[in-house]
T-cell receptor, first 114, second 110 residues
């Protein structure tokens, strides 16, 4: 298996622009997680889906952030409009069944908002 | 989820065992201990987890004290590629939420 796939791996954009991050979970996994990592806040959970349904989005910072999972093999995290403070590494992870805490992480997308 | 306390950094000689401690004195009966690591510029990697019994897999061993208030992750023969930040996480399996703390920066020296 190729593992969790994220694209793009690097993104540089200007403040105010829309940014879309993409994730393909491991085939057969039924839970998908989006995390953000910064030096100041460490690694924090933004949202997670189970069977394509958002279960907990309490970590989503504000309305500028939205996440979708239209099917079991694809998810997006969108930031609109982007701000410099959104600069971070965004990780996607997936898991199967229980325990859901055994999560497999992708390589991350490094986002820089100028 | 219970809070964990880990030393900020540790050093280990290549080929020797690395013993990474974690305190979780407020752990409850239905909470598991999970260990993940993050090698520089990569996504976190699952290592091992346990409830109350000691566990071993191809990567490491997990020793949990009888009162469950602390645990130790053991890498039996550390290599340079084991240099990473190691996270100890305590969580209920029903919650699905992993809360990553500061972790321990393990540096394996040649």
């Amino acid at each position: 298996d190729a593992g969790v796939i994220q694209s793009p791996r690097h993104e540089v954009t200007e403040m105010g622009q829309e940014v879309t991050l993409r994730c393909k979970p491991i085939s057969g996994h039924n839970s998908l997680f989006w995390y953000r990592q910064t030096m100041m806040r460490g690694l924090e959970l933004l949202i997670y889906f189970n069977n394509n349904v958002p279960i907990d989005d309490s970590g989503m910072p504000e309305d500028r952030f939205s996440a979708k999972m239209p099917n079991a093999s694809f998810s997006t995290l969108k930031i609109q409009p982007s701000e410099p403070r959104d600069s971070a590494v965004y990780f996607c992870a997936s898991s199967f069944g229980h325990p859901q805490e055994t999560q497999y992480f992708g390589p991350g997308t490094r986002l820089l908002v100028l | 989820d219970a809070k964990t306390t880990q030393p900020p950094s540790m050093d280990c000689a290549e080929g020797r065992a690395a013993n990474l401690p974690c305190n979780h004195s407020t752990i409850s009966g239905n909470e598991y201990v999970y260990w993940y690591r993050q090698i520089h510029s990569q996504g976190p990697q699952y290592i091992i987890h346990g409830l109350k019994n000691n566990e071993t897999n191809e990567m490491a061993s997990l020793i949990i004290t009888e009162d469950r208030k602390s645990s130790t992750l053991i890498l039996p023969h550390a290599t340079l590629r084991d240099t990473a930040v190691y996270y100890c996480i305590v969580t209920e399996t029903s919650g699905s939420r992993l809360t990553f703390g500061e972790g321990t920066q393990l540096t394996v020296n040649p």
